[in-house]
């Protein structure tokens, strides 16, 4: 059963602490990217990667920061520089750029 | 930088209607368009992708026109139900591994 996943669903972070977000695909797929969701705000892009041990910067890069040591895993380390971590997360892949499989989220709350 | 504009606004329509969504660019054509369908809580999932040559495409219930004049591409769905509802996004890419660029998304209510 192919498909992209992302763990944990829910994640609370103190201020000042690192969190890693975790996403997994098995679809073979080059590409992956992650994006932020706000309330009435669009996706956007915080890095993606095309192929392994590559990965580029997106629109909102700072204070995050990402791996893909492997071509099935990109996980995404929200740091204490991200002024204002609190969102949605959401983690796609794809074969090229035509079309994105998402995973369920991961819904990041700051206490 | 690339510019998407879809309607900010909630679209009610009742069920048995056609909905028709909109998606406004500036700048740079697109080689392709897609649109995706968002559930509350949930990731977003592919529905249609149309390129820029193509003036329309169509699965099932779904129509989506592309008018890179207009820079506009216009989604519909016919016979809607009240299952349809939920925030549609549009997403606009050059092709290749540059990266896509998502609207806003509009927000679809069928009202029974």
Same mark, same amino acid.
């Not at chain 1, 040591?69 to 991200?82: N, R, W």
């Not at chain 2, 149309?50 to 820079?71: A, G, P």
């Given at each position: 059963?192919g498909?992209?996943?992302?763990s944990p669903?829910?994640?609370?972070?103190?201020?000042?602490?690192?969190?890693?977000?975790s996403c997994?695909?098995?679809l073979n797929? &080059?590409?992956?990217?992650?994006y932020?969701? &706000?309330?009435?705000?669009g996706l956007?892009?915080?890095y993606y990667s095309q192929i392994?041990? &590559?990965?580029?910067?997106?629109d909102?890069?700072e204070?995050?920061s990402?791996s893909?040591e492997k071509?099935e895993?990109f996980?995404?380390t929200v740091t204490?520089a991200?002024?204002?971590?609190?969102?949605?997360?959401l983690?796609?892949?794809?074969?090229?750029?035509?079309?994105?499989?998402?995973?369920?989220g991961?819904?990041?709350?700051?206490? | 930088?690339q510019k998407i504009e879809?309607?900010?606004?909630a679209l009610?329509?009742q069920?048995g209607k056609?909905?028709?969504?909109?998606?406004?660019?500036?700048n740079?054509?697109?080689?392709y368009?897609?649109?995706?369908?968002?559930?509350?809580?949930r990731?977003?999932v592919?529905?249609l992708?149309?390129?820029?040559?193509?003036?329309?495409?169509?699965?099932?219930?779904?129509?989506?026109?592309?008018?890179?004049t207009?820079k506009?591409?216009?989604?519909?769905?016919?016979?809607?139900?009240?299952a349809?509802?939920?925030?549609?996004?549009c997403?606009?890419d050059r092709g290749?591994?540059?990266?896509?660029?998502?609207?806003?998304?509009?927000k679809?209510?069928v009202?029974?």
């Amino acid at each position: 059963d192919g498909g992209i996943t992302q763990s944990p669903k829910y994640l609370f972070r103190k201020e000042g602490q690192n969190v890693t977000l975790s996403c997994e695909q098995n679809l073979n797929h &080059d590409a992956m990217y992650w994006y932020r969701q &706000d309330p009435g705000q669009g996706l956007r892009l915080i890095y993606y990667s095309q192929i392994v041990n &590559d990965f580029q910067k997106g629109d909102i890069a700072e204070g995050y920061s990402v791996s893909r040591e492997k071509k099935e895993s990109f996980p995404l380390t929200v740091t204490s520089a991200q002024k204002n971590p609190t969102a949605f997360y959401l983690c796609a892949s794809s074969i090229r750029t035509d079309e994105q499989y998402f995973g369920p989220g991961t819904r990041l709350t700051v206490l | 930088s690339q510019k998407i504009e879809q309607n900010s606004e909630a679209l009610n329509i009742q069920e048995g209607k056609t909905a028709t969504l909109t998606c406004n660019y500036t700048n740079y054509s697109p080689a392709y368009l897609q649109w995706y369908r968002q559930d509350p809580g949930r990731g977003p999932v592919f529905l249609l992708l149309i390129r820029e040559n193509e003036k329309e495409k169509r699965k099932e219930r779904l129509k989506v026109t592309f008018d890179t004049t207009l820079k506009q591409s216009l989604f519909h769905i016919t016979a809607s139900q009240p299952a349809d509802s939920a925030t549609y996004l549009c997403a606009l890419d050059r092709g290749g591994y540059q990266k896509v660029t998502f609207g806003t998304g509009t927000k679809l209510q069928v009202i029974p």
